[in-house]
């Protein structure tokens, strides 16, 4: 007995579970816990913005061109219709009324506005239905009408004009001019159509299964 005794005295730790076993347990179940793979990771969701800006930009391009071609006939009307200096020949004078429309604000910043409202509204529609396009494109029609007359204030330096004298070359000058009613129907028209084109790529995208796209 007193042999028995000494033993378990002098080795208590025989009566204790093992320290490695405790250890390896519990290192088994942290490793348990753990995932074996790292999660997928979420892909982000497509998007059209891209490409509604690039063809955003094609349609400010066909805009500037068809507004050009717009003064060229302005022009041409201007001359047949007796607008023009007397034995000046047809050619001279709507190449020189033309170049001097397209050397104006009026020109350039009404295209340059026309363009950027058009590339922003492309962005936020995004993926969205070609009727947001048909809706929306009215506020860029409104918007380029607006930057017309503006250019048209700034052409003229209305600054240097009375307040009434600026309304009245507003009215009379600007809000009606065949030009800028041109760029109001240009602006209204070209989101409608390119906006068909932006929006045949949003409803692929909106279609295509996941993980497809």
Same mark, same amino acid.
């Given at each position: ?45 497509? +998007? ?10 094609? #349609?400010? $391009? ?12 302005? +022009?041409?009307? *201007? ?11 047809? +050619? ?11 050397? =104006? ?5 009404? *295209?340059?506005?026309? =363009? ?11 993926? !969205? ?20 007359? #503006?250019? #048209?204030?700034?052409?003229?330096? *209305? ?22 009613? $041109? *760029?109001?129907?240009? +602006? ?6 390119? #906006? ?5 790529? !949003? ?11």
């Amino acid at each position: 007995m007193s042999d028995a005794t000494t033993e378990h005295t002098e080795h208590p730790e025989f009566f204790k579970p093992a320290a490695e076993q405790d250890s390896a347990l519990g290192f088994a179940g942290v490793n348990a816990a753990q995932p074996t793979e790292d999660a997928p990771a979420v892909e982000a969701a497509p +998007s059209n913005r891209t490409t509604g800006a690039v063809v955003a930009l094609l #349609g400010g $391009v066909v805009f500037t061109v068809l507004y050009a071609l717009a003064a060229w006939g302005y +022009s041409a009307a *201007a001359w047949m219709y007796g607008d023009s200096a007397e034995g000046t020949l047809a +050619s001279v004078f709507i190449q020189d009324r033309t170049i001097a429309f397209l050397s =104006t604000p009026v020109f350039w910043l009404t *295209a340059i506005g026309f =363009t950027l409202y058009f590339v922003i509204l492309a962005i936020l529609i995004n993926k !969205g239905h070609w009727r947001t396009f048909v809706l929306w494109g009215l506020v860029v029609a409104i918007l380029t009408y607006a930057t017309a007359i #503006g250019a #048209g204030l700034l052409t003229v330096r *209305a600054w240097t004009l009375t307040f009434s004298e600026a309304i009245d070359f507003m009215w009379h000058g600007i809000a009606f001019n065949p030009l800028v009613l $041109v *760029a109001v129907v240009l +602006s209204r028209e070209i989101p409608i159509w390119f #906006g068909g084109w932006i929006a045949v790529k !949003g409803r692929k995208l909106r279609d295509a299964p996941e993980g497809v796209q």
